[in-house]
């Protein structure tokens, strides 16, 4: 029997989420030798998606429906509990993200599919599934093995596998709506746009993030002036937004914004991997921690560990001075 993997598209306003193509390189990953590699499409007029994922799977499962035109997690609920009971996949990948996480867990006790959510990896040994998550808050990454079931729910938090072309060509199969009626007790109203503030972070070269470390709001002006003199701008950590030191449009992380700049300079900032899910990208970081044993340091390029109330003025310093020069 062969041991198919369904990966559930994630899309918004006609683009297809990063996520997505991490889920269809694992995905193909798993299913070598064991069966197919199959995208899942919810959504409606979805030529122009079709187009972007054929390379990356070998079926998509094309449910085009005008109630799917935005994401609703009650319609998804309907298709996919139809679909999943009739094909049976092995794995069904999607993504720990505020759509995965809106349908996975009800989609799991509806069909009684086990679930294993914020997982890091997964592999398959002799045909049992394991996932790699994490535990106490980050500190430790645990092996489960899930117990023998003919299908697995399976969610993946973003940026865990890096995405590869994969050089496919899918065939698309229409699959017919199941959805019978209107939904008006859930719908979807209108997208919000986030309000933007004087300083888009996404976008500048250099980025300083500050955390809970710098202890008081009358240390940002010296941290100001840092990343003045380096041309970057700051960031920072949830904790500082929660102060009011920060506005919300300078977190950065899971809740707040992912950024990729040529250097990350994370300053009094302790790692959490919510924090690092939206740093992690950058080219090189730099963290700066009194602890030696701050989780940052595993993901930083460098690191000083000492006080930033003494490292960062003798780095302005020398700063100062080296332009001098
Ligand atoms: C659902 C959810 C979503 C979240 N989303 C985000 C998110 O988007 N972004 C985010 O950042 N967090 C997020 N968090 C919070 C996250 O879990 C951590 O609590 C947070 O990132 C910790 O911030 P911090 O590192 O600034 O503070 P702490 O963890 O308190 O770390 C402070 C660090 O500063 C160091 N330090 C202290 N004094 C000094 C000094 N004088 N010199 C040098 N180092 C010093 C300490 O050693 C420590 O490592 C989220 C949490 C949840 C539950």
Redesign the pocket.
């Known amino acids: 029997m062969t041991k198919d993997i369904f990966v559930i598209v994630e899309h918004r306003r006609g683009e297809v989420r990063d996520i997505t193509f991490e889920l269809l390189t694992k995905g193909y990953e798993l299913s070598r030798d064991r069966g197919k590699l199959l995208a899942v499409l919810l959504g409606f007029q979805n030529e122009k998606i079709i187009d972007k994922l054929k390379p990356f799977a070998e079926t998509i499962l094309n449910i085009d429906d005008e109630r799917l035109k935005e994401f609703n997690a009650e319609y998804y609920q309907i298709v996919l509990s139809n679909l999943l009971q009739e094909k049976k996949p092995f794995i069904t990948l999607l993504g720990q993200t505020a759509f995965g996480i809106d349908f996975a867990p009800s989609l799991s006790t509806a069909i009684d599919l086990p679930y294993s959510s914020d997982c890091l990896d997964l592999e398959i040994e002799n045909d049992t599934v394991f996932t790699e998550r994490q535990i106490y808050?980050g500190k430790i990454n645990s092996r489960i093995s899930l117990a023998e079931n003919w299908g697995y729910l399976v969610s993946v938090r973003p940026g865990s596998i890096a995405p590869r072309d994969v050089e496919l060509v899918a065939e698309v199969v229409d699959v017919s709506s199941p959805i019978k009626e209107d939904i008006d007790y859930r719908k979807f109203m209108q997208y919000v746009e986030a309000a933007k503030g004087e300083v888009d972070i996404t976008q500048s070269e250099v980025v300083i993030g500050i955390?809970?470390?710098i202890?008081e709001d009358k240390n940002l002006s010296m941290m100001e002036d840092f990343a003045k003199s380096i041309g970057g701008v700051l960031a920072?950590?949830?904790?500082?937004v929660d102060a009011g030191w920060l506005t919300k449009d300078r977190?950065?992380?899971?809740?707040?914004k992912t950024v990729k700049p040529k250097l990350y300079i994370a300053?009094?900032?302790?790692?959490?991997f919510?924090?690092v899910m939206?740093m992690k990208g950058a080219d090189t970081i730099v963290a700066?921690?009194?602890?030696p044993n701050?989780p940052?340091f595993t993901v930083a390029n460098y690191g000083i560990v000492?006080?930033?109330?003494q490292?960062i003025p003798k780095l302005n310093e020398k700063i100062t001075e080296l332009k001098g020069a």
């Open positions: 808050g955390g809970r470390g202890k920072c950590s949830r904790p500082v977190q950065v992380g899971s809740s707040g300053v009094g900032i302790s790692g959490a919510q924090h939206g700066i921690n009194k602890d701050a940052i000492g006080d930033l109330l490292v």
